[in-house]
């Protein structure tokens, strides 16, 4: 271009100049377009690093650069020089463009300040405005500023307290905590805690503290302390923790287990009644699948599969189950009979939470209730009793007398008088037994001691236990306190339990007698264990039913009595077997020492 415009060159011709100075436009035009291109992207650094120092500098450089480029390149044309309508035409295009890109400038600095400011009104206004006290401080730990949340908290004016510095804010109990955390904010790093602030009148305000760095230019000038009153939040947290006892209290003061789960069948509370009942302990449960630990079980014995587990259907069908009998497993791995209720957990506006089940241990209810039945049973049998007896009893009567007038000397016919004198015997014994159930006999208590009774029931049973090949041992505690009884029923109850054993044992064996004093000296213990054949478990409940009986030929009446004489000697009477082991029959009778003890 400066050989173009050397003076060696102003001869040119006129289209020669015309088309330099389109080459020249052109590259004005360029240049002047690229300009406010870089104008453009220097305001847009600006707006993010650029200081209005920096911006106004690379304006005025760009203005230089245009101006000198006019002076110095383009009036000097020699076409220029001849035409200054051409010259002044081109000065105000680039004296426009100059002032242009001022007024576009000034513009972005305006639009700039007015986003400024209404960010800056903005941050005022959220500062001022927010619930939580902000306090700004100096990495010194002055106060820089506050807004009007401190005045609610503190009682502090935001006047007096940019007096105020750091320390004498804090409790101090909390000083070195809030030091420590003050320090480690401003090396950068967000703190959140709790502390006390001593208000104006003197009293500690818990709060919750969030220390943030002040960041300006990248670099930390101080430290936004944000507080947050715990007074009223402690107070409702006391609230929900007493809620949340009176919660507790009641449900474990129910005696009905009672436990929740949530819509994945998971446990989420377990009260103390149902930690009694199962074994299982609120640890060991919260959290877990109930399905798998309660197991309910079907009519036929089996357990149900998850899917289809009634108190897991209550949560899809949002209805409430009431099961009547239903068997539970304990943490032990045995079952026992529950009655149970599973309804669902319902928010206010009905969305379902999980369900609540109620569940009560009905064992005690099935034994009362079998007791129930029992004593309706033995009524009857009582009443059936009193009238075969009767009924029996005068042609037995009969029968007996004329018996006694067929003597004869023929030893066939007194081989069969014998036998019919010895069914009649046995039928006697079954009537008299059908009397004891009708009506209580009359009975005579006298202090006597045990060891006696068991001495004279065992000498006579000893000839047929030898002839059974059973050997009878009998351990008797000397000097035994005596018991209040009638002498004959208790032989009675010996001498039933006594041939039970010995017909147990077909093959022989030992029986042993064992007579002991219990610990706290109130009741006598009486043992009588064989090795026979054993009872089945599942037979050992109902042994002392009427007409129920093991034996092929029994009638189930003795035992029964047995339970009643002994119950009437205000003891107790157990029987414990296993098969092929043996069997233990044992009975406690009170003392006489022990109730003389008691009435002393």
Same mark, same amino acid.
């Given at each position: 271009m400066l050989l173009f415009m050397n003076k060696g060159k102003c001869n040119m011709n006129m289209e020669d100049y015309i088309y330099s100075c389109r080459i020249l436009i052109s590259i004005w035009e360029k240049f002047l377009k690229g300009a406010l291109k870089v104008c453009m992207i220097k305001q847009h650094i600006t707006a993010r690093n650029w200081s209005l120092y920096q911006l106004a500098l690379v304006y005025h450089i760009i203005a230089i650069f245009i101006i000198g480029a006019n002076f110095y390149f383009i009036h000097p044309l020699a076409y220029?020089?001849?035409?200054?309508?051409?010259?002044?035409?081109?000065?105000?295009?680039?004296?426009?463009?100059?002032?242009?890109l001022a007024l576009f400038g000034i513009k972005v600095l305006k639009k700039r300040e007015s986003s400024i400011n209404e960010t800056a009104k903005r941050y005022k206004s959220l500062y001022d405005n927010h619930p939580d006290s902000i306090i700004s401080f100096s990495l010194d730990g002055e106060v820089l500023s506050a807004n009007h949340g401190l005045e609610s908290l503190l009682g502090l004016a935001r006047e007096t307290s940019m007096l105020t510095s750091f320390i004498p804010m804090i409790n101090p109990p909390d000083l070195l905590k809030a030091l420590h955390h003050f320090q480690v904010a401003s090396a950068g790093m967000s703190q959140n805690f709790e502390a006390a602030f001593v208000h104006q009148k003197g009293y500690p305000i818990q709060s919750n503290v969030t220390f943030v760095p002040t960041m300006v230019d990248g670099s930390i000038v101080g430290v936004f302390a944000i507080l947050k009153d715990l007074t009223e939040v402690k107070e409702q947290k006391k609230v929900i923790d007493k809620l949340y006892k009176q919660n507790q209290l009641i449900l474990n003061s129910v005696s009905e287990g009672i436990y929740g789960i949530d819509m994945s069948g998971r446990t989420i509370f377990w009260n103390k009644a149902a930690e009694a009942i199962t074994g299982w302990k609120v640890d060991e449960m919260l959290g877990r699948q109930i399905h798998n630990l309660i197991r309910p079980v079907k009519s036929d014995g089996t357990l149900y599969p998850p899917e289809?587990?009634?108190?897991?259907n209550t949560i899809l069908n949002h209805e409430v189950s009431d099961m009547q009998e239903d068997m539970f497993w304990r943490k032990d791995e045995t079952t026992f009979p529950?009655?149970?209720?599973?309804?669902?957990?319902?928010? %206010?506006?009905?969305?379902?939470?999980?369900?609540?089940?109620?569940?009560?241990?009905?064992?005690?209810?099935?034994?009362t209730q079998e007791l129930l039945i029992k004593s309706d049973k033995l009524s009857a049998v009582g009443q059936l009793a009193a009238g075969v007896a009767h009924e029996i009893r005068n042609p037995l009567t009969a029968?007996?007398?004329?018996?006694?007038?067929?003597?004869?000397?023929?030893?066939?016919?007194?081989?069969?008088?014998?036998i019919m004198q010895n069914e009649l015997k046995r039928i006697e014994f079954i009537v008299n037994e059908f009397l004891i159930v009708s009506k209580p006999q009359a009975t005579h208590f006298v202090t006597q001691t045990l060891d006696s009774i068991v001495t004279s029931t065992i000498e006579l049973l000893q000839p047929q236990a030898l002839l059974d090949n059973i050997q009878i041992e009998a351990e008797l505690m000397p000097d035994l306190p005596p018991v209040s009884c009638d002498e004959h029923q208790l032989k009675q109850v010996f001498i039933n339990i006594m041939?039970?054993?010995?017909?147990?044992?077909?093959?022989?064996?030992?029986?042993?007698?064992?007579?002991?004093?219990?610990?706290?000296?109130?009741?006598?213990?009486?043992?009588?264990?064989?090795?026979?054949? %054993?009872?089945?478990?599942?037979?050992?409940?109902?042994? %002392?039913e009427p007409f129920y009986s093991t034996k092929e030929k029994g009638t189930g009446l003795g035992l029964m009595v047995c339970f009643r004489i002994i119950e009437a000697h205000g003891g107790f009477m157990e029987i414990r077997s296993k098969l092929e082991e043996g069997t233990t029959v044992e009975i406690k009778l009170p003392s006489t020492q022990s109730s003389h003890e008691r009435e002393c």
């Open positions: 220029v020089q001849d035409h200054p309508l051409i010259g002044l035409f081109i000065d105000f295009i680039l004296f426009g463009s100059i002032l242009a289809e587990s009634p108190i897991l529950v009655m149970y209720m599973s309804s669902p957990m319902l928010e %206010g506006k009905g969305q379902l939470l999980g369900t609540v089940i109620t569940f009560k241990d009905i064992t005690e209810l099935k034994k029968l007996k007398g004329f018996l006694q007038l067929l003597k004869t000397n023929n030893e066939k016919e007194k081989y069969y008088i014998e041939k039970n054993a010995l017909e147990a044992m077909p093959l022989g064996g030992t029986m042993r007698i064992q007579a002991l004093l219990d610990n706290n000296r109130n009741y006598i213990t009486i043992r009588f264990i064989d090795q026979g054949c %054993g009872i089945s478990p599942e037979r050992l409940p109902k042994l %002392g």
